[in-house]
């Protein structure tokens, strides 16, 4: 068995409403409640963290509750964000941390996202650390350096304890909602090299134990075959996250194949 317990986080994005984000957690619960080896957390929208919340605590699940983002300042007058002190009271446990679209929609920068990881992690919680280079990125083959520069700024002044909450996101930007995908020996190779980067910016312990996960256009179908890859260790799931029977499909591929490895 894989000593790295497998996360696979679903991101709801700017999707579901009142009605199908509950509908859409109860679906979850049921569809998953048989998997016991796997770290499962849901993201929704803001505006329905209590909602989804309550749904699982009233089932006794042990699904996450996860935040899309958060603010690093713990109050003020900032209009419109939302701080990791409100986020815990709404009983989040997981936050991402520097998603490509809070990079190339909003316009985060390296220094924001490290700003917010280490937030996240003073408070207690888990941060998924996103990193991943677009497509123009990748075809003039400047995919390594953008990886390594996105996790050593993200994890800048970070030390190696923190690790027991902090999960890596390897999301290429032209896989993310266009039906591309990395092949599986594609997505390992950028694995592989995050987890030698971490051992070479840490230790070995941190970089073997450390969850690295993947995300962009992960379907039932691929789900098995990328996380049979060695440093694979879950995925972020988007689009596919939004139908509980698929999302269960690829939730149970990463518990099944960290059993067989």
Not at 212 to 228: H, M, P, Q, T
Not at 230 to 235: A, E, N, V
Request: glycine share 10%; charged share 25%.
């Amino acid at each position: 068995m894989r000593e790295r317990k497998p996360f696979v986080g679903g991101n709801w994005k700017m999707n579901t409403n009142r009605t199908t984000s509950a509908d859409l957690t109860r679906g979850v619960i049921d569809a998953l409640s048989s998997v016991n080896n796997a770290e499962i957390a849901i993201f929704p929208p803001f505006p329905y963290l209590l909602s989804v919340r309550s749904i699982l605590r009233d089932r006794g699940s042990s699904i996450k509750l996860g935040a899309q983002d958060c603010y690093h300042k713990p109050d003020g007058a900032f209009t419109g964000e939302v701080s990791l002190d409100m986020l815990k009271d709404c009983g989040v446990q997981t936050v991402l941390v520097g998603h490509s679209e809070r990079r190339h929609v909003i316009g985060e920068s390296d220094e924001m996202i490290n700003t917010k990881l280490r937030a996240v992690v003073d408070a207690g919680l888990i941060a998924i650390l996103c990193i991943g280079e677009t497509l123009d990125q990748r075809e003039s083959g400047h995919t390594d350096p953008v990886n390594q520069r996105q996790l050593r700024t993200g994890l800048a002044d970070v030390s190696a304890d923190a690790f027991e909450r902090i999960v890596i996101a390897y999301e290429p930007v032209w896989a993310i909602g266009t039906g591309k995908t990395a092949t599986p020996e594609d997505a390992q190779d950028v694995h592989g090299k995050l987890r030698k980067l971490l051992a070479q910016m840490y230790n070995t312990d941190v970089a073997q134990r450390t969850r690295i996960i993947y995300g962009g256009s992960v379907k039932g179908a691929n789900a098995e075959e990328l996380f049979r890859q060695p440093d694979i260790d879950g995925g972020l799931i988007g689009g596919a996250s939004l139908k509980a029977p698929e999302f269960a499909q690829i939730v149970k591929a990463a518990s099944v194949t960290a059993a067989k490895t």
